[in-house]
């Protein structure tokens, strides 16, 4: 498709940025119930893919609901309009060559299939932490849950709200069956291959 705005043709392309990079974009979109371990699993990736020389970033709820969407609340309008920022924001970053990890409860198909289109099937690898309810709220040290549960939270995801698990995603993991540092090998193992890094 031919761009309206002629400042794209004039930009440098991904392939540009990656070959500069050495690696390949990537999105990698984790999914689950809150506590279920996307941020801590995120974060102890982001560690390794930097000790291995590979630049990335992570897009978690507190910083983007904090910042670009501090203006949502949690309506299923305001979830989708979440999803969709974000998405909008994964995808430059992957556009730039960056692996980029969000880690987001999406609690429905419709809203991570509406970031997959936003972002690229291609570039899209949606990871579950399919950690069971009951740990996540052993987990919960903000007592989230408990709110909840007394009804002074609304449209609390696993709680008052639905969560459709992914049908089929790219990894399964429960945080509260294996080691962090295993969790972490799983996801290499599934991407290092995708992210291609030259030496």
Known sequence: MEHIYPIFDKMLTRADKEALLGQRGLMLWMTGLSGSG?????????????????????????????????????????????????????????DTGIVTIAAFISPSEEL????????????FVEIYVSTPLRVCEERDVKGLYAKARRGEISEFTGISAPFEAPQSPALSIDTSARPLGDCVEDVLKLI????????
Do not use: H, W, Y
């Open 38 to 94: 996307k941020s801590t699993l995120a974060i102890a990736l982001e560690r390794e893919l930097q000790r291995r020389g590979i630049l990335c970033r992570i897009l978690d709820g507190d910083n983007i609901r904090s910042g670009i969407n501090n203006n949502l609340g949690f309506s299923p309008a305001d979830r989708r309009e979440n999803i969709r920022r974000i998405a909008e924001v994964a995808r430059l970053f992957v």
């Open 112 to 123: 991570r299939r509406m970031a997959a289109g936003i972002v690229g099937e291609e570039d």
């Open 192 to 199: 290092l291959p995708k992210i291609k890094k030259q030496n």
